[in-house]
T-cell receptor, first 116, second 111 residues
Framework: AQTVTQSQPEMSVQEAETVTLSCTYD???????LFWYKQPPSRQMILVIR??????QNATENRFSVNFQKAAKSFSLKISDSQLGDAAMYFC?????????????FGKGTHLIIQP | DAGVIQSPRHEVTEMGQEVTLRCKPI?????LFWYRQTMMRGLELLIY????????DSGMPEDRFSAKMPNASFSTLKIQPSEPRDSAVYFC?????????FGPGTRLTVL
């Protein structure tokens, strides 16, 4: 079974600074998707960024970028120029791209605090 | 597009009562998922459908839980009878290619 591990229960960063959230996963598959979801206090799950395993180029979305290390099974999220609105729980998630286990497997989450 | 729609947003009920949660996925999405979120267990996949057919219900905690998807635009998750340990936030999500889009969730409290 696939597992996703987020080793940082909580992170704190000063507004306008850069922060990196860690995620590792375990799988025997070669083709899959990885995601970062954000859950603010409203509890809405919001997709932040997505990475296809076959792509070597790291995904970026404005201030959000990932460092995808396939061999090391590592998928970290970097948030640049942190803003107060970035404060939330961040979940790393894995999904196989083919048939079989089609649901997302989530990590336990990292609570990100933004210090003004 | 209105996104994934869930109702009710909040539900408070007494132990032993039947609870029905509802979900309308995004039009054109062929997968529908039901997740449960608790502080202790995090986000758990309960069941998912592909083209209205249940594919994997191994995450359903016990026979008190059941889910249906009678058509492409509607799904229900039913708990009968409900117990206090069922208190959680229940999310419905749909997808087409890879990324899941989540609904706002239903916060269920069983007294």
């Amino acid at each position: 079974a696939q597992t996703v591990t987020q080793s940082q229960p909580e992170m704190s960063v000063q507004e306008a600074e850069t922060v990196t959230l860690s995620c590792t996963y375990d799988t025997s598959e070669s083709d899959y998707y990885l995601f970062w979801y954000k859950q603010p206090p409203s509890r809405q799950m919001i997709l932040v960024i997505r990475q296809e395993a076959y792509k070597q180029q790291n995904a970026t979305e404005n201030r959000f970028s990932v460092n995808f290390q396939k061999a090391a099974k590592s998928f970290s999220l970097k948030i640049s120029d942190s803003q107060l609105g970035d404060a939330a729980m961040y979940f790393c998630a894995y999904r196989e791209s083919g048939g079989g286990a089609d649901g997302l497997t989530f990590g336990k989450g990292t609570h990100l605090i933004i210090q003004p | 597009d209105a996104g994934v729609i869930q109702s009710p947003r909040h539900e408070v009920t007494e132990m032993g009562q039947e609870v029905t949660l509802r979900c309308k996925p995004i039009s054109g999405h062929d997968y529908l998922f039901w997740y449960r979120q608790t502080m202790m267990r995090g986000l758990e996949l309960l069941i998912y459908f592909n083209n209205n057919v249940p594919i994997d219900d191994s995450g359903m905690p016990e026979d008190r839980f059941s889910a249906k998807m009678p058509n492409a635009s509607f799904s229900t998750l039913k708990i009968q009878p409900s117990e206090p340990r069922d208190s959680a936030v229940y999310f419905c999500a749909s997808s087409f290619r890879g990324s899941l889009v989540f609904g706002p969730g239903t916060r269920l409290t069983v007294l």
